[in-house]
């Protein structure tokens, strides 16, 4: 998990944390202040106000979406890009448990807001490489690429998104080799163009 030095990160981060958690920017400052560590009157010392506060937290998310798609831009060989690539997308899922429903609701939102403007038109670009190396992984095209791609987001996404019910331990995901090693687990399956099944 990422670790944040300054008081502005930790206040972000533990806003981010509870915006997704309950799927809506309405999340008392104090409740923030409370998860952060911090009292209420350092919202307005760093932040100025609430508003504020909440612009900050949406470039928070987008500095932290690139981050994990920056991998994609390595000289890494294409397999290990998208198994690295896979593993900060789960990491980022366990940090930030519900952010799918805060991406949905800012979608969803009416008028124009910092991540819903991201995510209809910057975020397609990062999307278009995530495409072109499961093209080179998979050498799959057009439909095929797409189909590969919804079953990779799948695998990586629903076993550490909330309310997952699995029979293993799904907290052998925090630990990052473990991670590594179910995703690769994936990519081979997803080669082979089969499914296991446990006699």
């Known amino acids: 998990m990422r670790d944040f030095t300054t008081v502005q990160e930790k206040i972000l981060d533990r806003a981010l944390y509870l915006i997704g958690m309950r799927g809506n920017y309405d999340v008392p400052i104090r409740d923030i202040t409370k998860a952060a560590g911090v009292n209420v009157n350092a919202i307005n010392y760093?932040?100025?106000?609430?508003?504020?506060?909440?612009?900050?937290?949406?470039?928070?998310?987008?500095?932290?979406?690139?981050?994990?798609?920056s991998i994609l831009d390595t000289e890494e060989p294409p397999d290990r890009k998208l198994a690295l690539w896979a593993n900060e997308v789960m990491e980022y899922t366990l940090q930030y448990p519900g952010i799918q429903i805060l991406q949905r609701h800012a979608l969803q939102s009416s008028g124009s807001?910092?991540?819903?403007?991201?995510?209809?038109?910057?975020?397609?670009?990062?999307?278009q490489k995530v495409l072109l190396v499961l093209q080179d992984v998979f050498h799959v095209k057009g439909e095929s690429a797409q189909l590969v791609r919804c079953m990779l987001y799948s695998a990586v996404i629903h076993p550490v998104s909330l309310g997952t019910n699995f029979s293993f331990d799904t907290g052998q995901m925090a630990n990052r080799e473990f991670r590594l090693n179910y995703i690769q687990f994936v990519i081979d399956t997803l080669k082979k163009g089969t499914i296991i099944h446990e006699v």
Do not use: P, T, W
């Open 46 to 69: 760093y932040f100025g106000n609430k508003d504020n506060m909440l612009h900050e937290v949406n470039e928070f998310f987008i500095r932290n979406y690139l981050s994990a798609y």
């Open 113 to 127: 807001n910092k991540m819903k403007d991201f995510l209809l038109c910057d975020a397609e670009q990062y999307e």
